[in-house]
């Protein structure tokens, strides 16, 4: 079955401490996303990804970085700049540029730092 | 520019109706609608283009006003099913076509 693969689903860790999220796809799809989620905000846009080797700023990205080495792998690093952490983390992806096109939804990570 | 969702929640006794809106302040590209239930990941339900088309799911169907550059999204005879919150995600034609802005959401309860 194709979709989207997140892990772990739930993840805690100390204050100052860098974490890596886990974002796999297997829908052959380009474009990838990650979002943030707390609660009363919807989602925000961290980081966003329409190629390999190639990725965007979203409106919240500081403190956080990625990469995209390979067309199915975005993994999101959460790093110790990063002043609240604690929230549900979201991986998207979607068939690719000039859309508009769906975008798929992992199952989420819910991170906790204390 | 974060879309502004109306009402924030609404309440529904099963075979109820209701109206979701999705209101930008900014020319809309398109115009998309999900629904997320309780620590689950969101789920698309559809997108809307701008040029004033209606799309239809089963009983859920939405349209866009692109003179007032708002959408809404129509449930019709509610089911328990339909529980959960709504998010719509907007696109810009002045920005990435392909980045989304979503709202911060309408929560919905349906009730037998």
């Known amino acids: 079955d194709g979709g989207i693969t997140q892990s772990p689903k739930y993840l805690f860790r100390k204050e100052g401490q860098n974490v890596t999220l886990s974002c796999e796809q297997n829908l052959n799809h380009d474009a990838m996303y990650w979002y943030r989620q707390d609660p009363g905000q919807g989602l925000r846009l961290i980081y966003y990804?329409?190629?390999?080797?190639?990725?965007q700023k979203g409106d919240i990205a500081e403190g956080y970085s990625v990469s995209r080495e390979k067309k199915e792998s975005f993994p999101l690093t959460v790093t110790s700049a990063q002043k609240n952490p604690t929230a549900f983390y979201l991986c998207?992806?979607?068939?690719?540029?000039?859309?508009?096109?769906?975008?798929?939804f992992g199952p989420g990570t819910r991170l906790t730092v204390t | 520019q974060q879309p502004v969702q109306s009402p924030q929640a609404v309440i529904l006794r099963e075979g109820e109706d209701a109206v979701i809106n999705c209101s930008s302040s900014?020319?809309?590209?398109?115009v998309h609608w999900y629904r997320q239930k309780h620590g689950e990941a969101p789920v698309f339900l559809m997108i809307l283009l701008k040029g004033g088309e209606q799309k239809g799911h089963e009983k859920i169907s939405a349209s866009f006003n692109e003179k007032k550059q708002q959408s809404s999204l129509y449930l019709t005879a509610s089911q328990l099913s339909y529980s959960g919150t709504y998010f719509c995600?907007?696109?810009?034609?002045?920005?990435?076509?392909?980045?989304?802005?979503f709202g911060t959401g309408t929560r919905l309860q349906v009730f037998p």
């Open positions: 998207a992806s979607s068939k690719g540029t000039g859309g508009p096109y769906e975008q798929y």
């Open positions: 900014k020319a809309l590209y398109s």
């Open positions: 995600g907007t696109a810009y034609l002045s920005y990435n076509t392909d980045k989304l802005i």
């Open positions: 990804s329409q190629i390999v080797n190639d990725f």
